[in-house]
């Protein structure tokens, strides 16, 4: 327990561990390697030393975290791996991306809970969350052996998610998606109090880490 709280104030943190490769199981290496690109993630490594190794790295859009695959990488059953979860801002967007790219993706969905969805197809209700609350919404799809992504959209993080210290964005179209929601929130906020507001940038810029650190938004 006081490692856990330690942990929990940053106390006991000595040095970074960041996720930033994920060993997914294939059948056949070229067929992953077509099925990845024609995603539009970009090929990193392709490495053979002889017929018993292989490495093959893609890294999605926007992500600090890639996949690798191949030959003799993995000894678990091509498409055992599930539940690969590819965090997007707009998931509707998202979809719409890989079905034109020939890509077969779920119907967007929600969890009949209303949090977290089930494994398998197991209480997927369709369409969005009701609310449209983050991290409530979800589309799936698989690559040629079975492994199983889903795309998940979060707009704002949960508190304490993010270090508030720091704001973040791996892409121009997250960094956009947040000033769309800024501007959003900012013309309610002319609204209440009745007059443009000509700190606009301080205001924006007040919203948009605050909700990447999941802390209380500006009014």
Request: proline share 5%.
């Amino acid at each position: 327990m006081q490692s856990e709280a330690a942990t929990a104030t940053g106390n006991a943190r000595k040095l970074d561990m960041k996720l930033e490769v994920v060993v997914i199981p294939v059948s056949d290496v070229d067929r992953a390697k077509q099925f990845y690109a024609r995603l539009g993630w970009r090929l990193d490594v392709d490495i053979a030393k002889d017929d018993q190794f292989r490495a093959v790295h893609f890294t999605p859009p926007g992500s600090q975290c890639s996949v690798l695959f191949g030959t003799g990488v993995t000894t678990e059953e091509p498409g055992s791996v599930q539940g690969l979860h590819l965090i997007v801002s707009d998931v509707d967007a998202a979809r719409a991306e890989l079905v034109e790219r020939g890509i077969d993706v779920s119907e967007v969905f929600h969890d009949v809970g209303g949090v977290f969805h089930h494994a398998g197809d197991v209480g997927r209700v369709n369409g969005p969350h009701p609310a449209r609350g983050s991290y409530g919404s979800f589309a799936s799809f698989s690559d040629p052996d079975g492994n199983g992504w889903v795309f998940q959209e979060v707009t704002t993080r949960l508190p304490g998610r993010v270090d508030a210290r720091g704001t973040i964005f791996t892409s121009s179209i997250e960094l956009a998606d947040a000033l769309r929601r800024a501007a959003a929130a900012h013309g309610e906020h002319e609204k209440l109090i009745g007059q443009t507001d000509k700190n606009w940038p301080d205001w924006y810029a007040e919203y948009i880490v605050r909700e990447q650190a999941g802390t209380p938004l500006p009014a």
